[in-house]
């Protein structure tokens, strides 16, 4: 299991990739290529056909991708960011 296998795109302008690196990599989904009906795990609720989302990847475990809406994405990746180490009082 090599886990450097997902090189993606080097990342070019991917804000995320700093300091939770270690997590996952995100990547918008065009309404025009989202062909299949997927279920966000935050939500539980249906990602359509036709509908941007975003694709969150597992550095650590590519296999593992999920899809998530974008507007529950970002609540967790806001969550998560701004939880545990940025505000830290
Ligand atoms: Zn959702």
């Known amino acids: 299991m090599p886990d450097h296998a997902w090189t993606g795109d080097a990342g070019a302008g991917d804000a ?3 300091d939770e690196a270690d997590a996952a990599d995100v990547r ?8 299949k009906t997927y279920r966000c795990p935050e939500c539980d609720h ?9 694709v969150v990847v597992p550095r650590a475990d590519p296999e593992a991708r999920r899809h998530w809406h974008s507007g529950c994405w970002r609540r967790v990746s806001a969550r998560n960011t701004g939880g545990a180490r940025r505000k830290r009082r």
Not at 46 to 54: S, T, Y
């Open 16 to 18: 995320w990739a700093d």
């Open 28 to 35: 918008h989904v065009q309404p025009y290529d989202a062909v």
């Open 46 to 54: 249906e990602i359509r056909p036709g509908e941007g989302h975003e």
